[in-house]
């Protein structure tokens, strides 16, 4: 492990004991069994000692967190850079101390930007509605204005602008007009600046309107683009496929639209933390990282990611005392919705050394949808897959193929999920040379005929309101709606047993190696 952060600061020792203690008041009950404090080592054992009791337990005290720390609209709220935040942190450090595991609290930098004033996009005249039809970017730049959009000429016809050379001839001082890509936001932005944009407005792209699973934005909306890196210029982010493709359109037919953009944004710092609990038992040159991430988006963030962090909490509380060969760390993950910031943090600070002592991840992101699917995150399914390390996408399929059989035994379909550049934290770790699968049981908007014959429900949103086509709660800034009530005991519960078994199985796989 990293040597930064190593130990877990006197002050926040404090608030974890003074939390802790805590948990026995009526607001944080946490559900305590004999199943804590024996060996779990075989299947059915660690099995029948998942349960929904306990794993609810955990949502109902994620609520209470946020509900206790409301935002500066009233809203209960768990977001990065907030005391919610922080103690859903305490939460899962103390209960991880208690169970025995070596706890640390890894702390790291971040920035975000504040929108100053009302910020306006109007193209030929026609002014969009911010919140709704486009969103300021996280970290975009400030300025006004005034110019026609222009789009960049890629040789496979995307749009995207993740080449530098797909914007030679690309007219300097226009607006970028770019489609959703296989590269990161930052690197689309940064290409249009370098070719001299003065601002640039990304839209939603055909794939995310015809991919069959992931679909966080699938259904070609408006959503809420996080940079990583300060633009420097106004970035708008994202229009919806079909706004972005007829405005493409005009570009190609020779009458380039108008743009009138205007945005003054301010910079802010903070700290931002990940929990790391790892187990005393196992080889730990054959390491198993088990992740979620901890934060929100929008509020309690019960569903994303409250039902993760609970899933993989219940699991690493009954392995507490059951030796394994391989070595089990756990790993809750800050600032995943704004950039997956707390796993790319992790993965850079390790050295090549530490990095290699990874044999596998196994990341947990979303498990208690009520309007279920059961998909499973292939990296071979990623924009960018053939960037990977080679051994990435052969040697992730072991990993896939536990969670399929799992399903498979219990008479409930899975599928391969494909995933956006945004990813989830397992894209850090394909990134680093870690094979990594994942599981995840869909949100927002929308399911379809066939996903209704596999796993029943309702056409329209995974959660939510259901049955609607309104998108759901969870990426949906103003709506406060991914409560206790946006989830499913039954799905929890039945998602976190295949975790667990898939968890148990890594754990034990004495052979168990990245090629």
């Known amino acids: 492990m990293a040597t930064a952060n190593r130990a877990i600061s006197k002050s926040l020792c404090f608030f974890i004991a003074l939390f802790a203690g805590a948990c026995a008041s009526p607001a944080f009950a946490v559900y305590e069994s004999d199943c804590h404090h024996r060996n779990n080592g075989t299947g059915k054992r660690l099995l029948e000692c998942i349960k929904a009791e306990a794993l609810w337990r955990h949502l109902a005290n994620f609520q209470a967190i946020a509900d206790a720390n409301p935002g500066a609209k009233g809203h209960g709220n768990r977001d990065t850079g907030t005391s919610?935040?922080?103690?859903?942190?305490?939460?899962?450090a103390a209960l991880m101390q208690q169970a025995g595991y070596a706890v640390q609290i890894q702390s790291y930098a971040w920035k975000h930007s504040v929108t100053v004033g009302t910020p306006r996009l109007i193209i030929d005249g026609r002014a969009y509605t911010e919140g709704e039809e486009w969103f300021v970017a996280d970290l975009s730049g400030s300025g006004s204005v005034d110019a026609p959009l222009d789009v960049p000429h890629d040789s496979d016809g995307s749009g995207s602008g993740c080449a530098p050379a797909a914007f030679g001839g690309f007219r300097k001082g226009g607006v970028a007009l770019l489609k959703r890509g296989a590269c990161e936001f930052d690197i689309q932005v940064a290409n249009a600046k370098h070719a001299g944009a003065a601002a640039v407005v990304l839209c939603n792209d055909r794939a995310a309107v015809d991919a069959p699973s992931f679909r966080r934005h699938g259904d070609g909306s408006a959503f809420a683009v996080q940079l990583t890196r300060e633009a420097g210029i106004?970035?708008?982010?994202?229009?919806?496929?079909?706004?972005?493709?007829?405005?493409?359109?005009?570009v190609f037919s020779g009458h380039a639209p108008m743009a009138r953009i205007a945005v003054r944004t301010e910079t802010k710092s903070g700290t931002d933390y990940n929990v790391i609990a790892e187990s005393p038992y196992g080889d730990p040159d054959r390491t198993i990282v088990v992740d979620a991430h901890l934060d929100s988006i929008y509020g309690a963030g019960v569903l994303d990611n409250a039902s993760g962090s609970a899933t993989i909490l219940e699991i690493a509380r009954n392995l507490a005392d059951t030796p394994t060969p391989n070595r089990l760390r756990y790993i809750w993950f800050g600032g995943e919705e704004i950039g997956l910031l707390g796993s790319r943090y992790y993965t850079h600070a390790l050295s090549k050394a530490e990095i290699k002592q990874i044999a596998f991840d196994i990341d947990v992101d979303v498990t208690a949808t009520p309007n279920y699917a059961i998909l499973i995150a292939d990296p071979g399914h990623a924009h960018g897959a053939d960037k990977f390390p080679p051994?990435?996408?052969?040697?992730?399929?072991?990993?896939?193929?536990?969670?399929e059989h799992y399903f498979r035994k219990i008479g409930i379909p899975a599928r391969i999920a494909s995933f956006g550049n945004d990813g989830t934290d397992s894209l850090a770790f394909s990134r680093a040379g870690v094979p990594n699968t994942g599981i995840l049981t869909q949100q927002n908007c929308c399911k379809h005929a066939w996903e209704v014959r596999l796993w029943g429900g309702f056409l329209g949103n995974f959660e939510g309101k259901i049955p609607g086509h309104n998108g759901g709660c969870v990426d949906w800034p103003r709506r406060w709606c991914d409560n206790l009530s946006n989830t499913d005991r039954e799905v929890l519960e039945f998602v976190s047993k295949a975790t667990a078994a898939v968890v148990l199985q890594f754990a034990n796989d004495a052979a168990e190696r990245r090629k």
């Open 84 to 92: 919610g935040y922080l103690a859903s942190v305490n939460y899962v």
């Open 234 to 250: 106004p970035v708008i982010g994202a229009l919806a496929y079909d706004q972005g493709s007829a405005l493409a359109a005009q």
């Open 391 to 403: 051994n990435v996408v052969p040697a992730s399929q072991i990993g896939n193929r536990r969670f």
